[in-house]
C-alpha cells in the first residue's frame, strides 16, 4: 500500500516559491541577488489596519469565530461589493477564506467530481491547475497570444467548453501577465457563457484596485448581471492592502454554494483568524486613500521597467493595465548562447541562466502555462529595478 495519496502525484510543487527559495539560497551563500520572483506588495500594512487588529486583541477578540467568517467583516464585504462593483450581495451570501487562496480551494472542492473540466486561460496563475487537479478536475488550458495582450478572445473560450466544462476561471488584472479586460473586452467573453448556461464562473479580482492611468476594472456579473446565479466573485485584501500574511480572502455567490463552501471549511480550518478578520473590517470600510498613492508609485516602477526591458537585445515586453507583474517575451534569445556556453533551449534556461550570471531571479514563464516569457514582479524599489533591468540588458548583450 502506498503511504502517500494518489491526488499528491497530480500536482507539482509552485515554481513561484521555488524561484524564491533559490534566490534565498544564493543569498545566504553571499551572492549579490535580486529577487524579482515575489508576488506581494514591498509596502507595509497601513497603520490604521494594524491598529484596528491590536484593538481587536485588547478587546479579546481572540476566540473562534464562525466559519463563514464575522458578521461585521461579511456586511463590510456586501459593502464593498455594491460600492465598488454595483453588486447587489447579503452578507448570507459572502464568505470569508484564510486568503484567497482557501477560497479557490473550497470553491473547487465543494464541486469538481471526476471528469469535470475547468477552463482557464494561459497564461495562468500557477495554483489553478494544481487546485483543480488535487479536487479530481481537469484543467482545461486554452493559450493566448502576447500580440492581443493576453487576453483571451471570445472565439478561443467557445471552443474550449464542452458538456463537460464546470467552471470557467478568469482572473483580470491578471498574475502573470498584469493583462486587464476593459468593460467591452469582457463583454465578449461573457456573451459566450450566456450561450453556456451550464458554466458557472469563478472570477478573481484580487487585484481589482492594481490598474493604471485611465483602466476602469470591471468584474463579470457588473457587465452581465444574466451570470449571477453562476459566478463566484471572489476578492480578498492581501494584495491591494499590502496584507498577504493576514491571510484573509473572500467571495460572493449563490447562497448554495457559499453553504457548500462553509460545509468544506467548517472540516477544514474553521473561521479565519479573528484578529486578521477585524484587520479587515477595518481594510474595507476604513480610509482607502493610500490605495491611489500605492498605485501611482505602481505605475512608475511599470513603466520604468517595460521601457527598461524592451531595451534589452531579444527581449519584447508589452504594457500591462494592471496588477505588479509584466510577462516579457525572451523569444528572440531561444537558440542564443549564453555567456557560459550554455545555449537557450527554453524560457526555463534563460532565467537559469540570468540568474546564475547576474543574480537577478525571475520566474519562467512555462511555470505559467505560456512561453518563452517570463514574469518579472515590480512590488520592490525603482533603484533595485533599475538595477535588475540594466542587469537584464548586460545579460541579453553578452549573449550570441
Ligand atoms: C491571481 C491570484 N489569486 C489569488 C491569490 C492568492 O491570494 P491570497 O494571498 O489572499 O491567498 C494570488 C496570490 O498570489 C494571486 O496572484
Redesign the pocket.
Known amino acids: 500500500m502506498a503511504f502517500l495519496a494518489d491526488a499528491l502525484s497530480r500536482v507539482k510543487p509552485s515554481a513561484t516559491i521555488a524561484v524564491s527559495q533559490k534566490a534565498r539560497e544564493l543569498k545566504a551563500k553571499g551572492r549579490d541577488v535580486i529577487g524579482l520572483g515575489a508576488?506581494?506588495p514591498d509596502f507595509d500594512t497601513p497603520d490604521n489596519i494594524k491598529k484596528a487588529a491590536i484593538d481587536a486583541i485588547d478587546r479579546g477578540e481572540t476566540k473562534y469565530t464562525p466559519v463563514s467568517g464575522i458578521p461585521e467583516l461579511r456586511e463590510a464585504i456586501a459593502k464593498k461589493f455594491k460600492r465598488e462593483n454595483n453588486l447587489d450581495y447579503t452578507a448570507a451570501q459572502t464568505i470569508v477564506g484564510t486568503?484567497?487562496?482557501?477560497i479557490?480551494f473550497n470553491a473547487f472542492m465543494a464541486t469538481l467530481n471526476p471528469g469535470d473540466e475547468v477552463v482557464i486561460p494561459a497564461p495562468y496563475?500557477v495554483?489553478y491547475p494544481e487546485m483543480v487537479a488535487l479536487c479530481g478536475g481537469t484543467p482545461v488550458f486554452v493559450p493566448t497570444k502576447q500580440e492581443n495582450n493576453f487576453k483571451l478572445k471570445a472565439e478561443d473560450l467557445d471552443r474550449a467548453i464542452t458538456p463537460k466544462t464546470k467552471w470557467f476561471v478568469f482572473?483580470s488584472p491578471?498574475?502573470p501577465s498584469g493583462a486587464a479586460y476593459s468593460h467591452e473586452e469582457l463583454k465578449a467573453l461573457t456573451d459566450v457563457l450566456m450561450k453556456h448556461p451550464h458554466v458557472w464562473v469563478l472570477t478573481?479580482d484580487?487585484?481589482e484596485h492594481l490598474t493604471y492611468g485611465d483602466f476602469r476594472f470591471a468584474t463579470p456579473v457588473e457587465v452581465e448581471p444574466g451570470l449571477y446565479e453562476r459566478t463566484l466573485t471572489?476578492n480578498?485584501?492581501?494584495?491591494a492592502y499590502a496584507m498577504?500574511g493576514w491571510?484573509?480572502?473572500y467571495a460572493a455567490g449563490p447562497l448554495h454554494l457559499i453553504k457548500a463552501m462553509d460545509m468544506i471549511q467548517g472540516q477544514q480550518t474553521s473561521g479565519a483568524a479573528s484578529i486578521a478578520q477585524w484587520a479587515a473590517v477595518e481594510a474595507l470600510n476604513g480610509p482607502q486613500d493610500f490605495i491611489g498613492r500605492n498605485k501611482e508609485i505602481f505605475q512608475g516602477r511599470r513603466d520604468l521597467v517595460v521601457s527598461m526591458l524592451n531595451q534589452a537585445r531579444g527581449i519584447s515586453c508589452p504594457t500591462p493595465e494592471g496588477a505588479f507583474y509584466v510577462y516579457p517575451s525572451c523569444a528572440g534569445l531561444i537558440g542564443k548562447t549564453a555567456p557560459s556556453g550554455k545555449v537557450f533551449e527554453t524560457d526555463e534556461d534563460f532565467v537559469s541562466e540570468l540568474l546564475e550570471t547576474e543574480g537577478v531571479a525571475v520566474v519562467h514563464g512555462s511555470a505559467f502555462g505560456l512561453g518563452p516569457n517570463f514574469r518579472i514582479s515590480y512590488a520592490t524599489s525603482e533603484a533595485l529595478l533599475e538595477e535588475a533591468c540594466r542587469r537584464i540588458q548586460r545579460f541579453c548583450a553578452a549573449c550570441r
Open positions: 508576488g506581494e486568503g484567497g487562496k482557501q479557490l496563475w495554483s482572473n491578471s498574475n478573481d484580487m487585484y471572489m480578498g485584501v492581501s494584495k498577504t491571510r484573509i480572502g
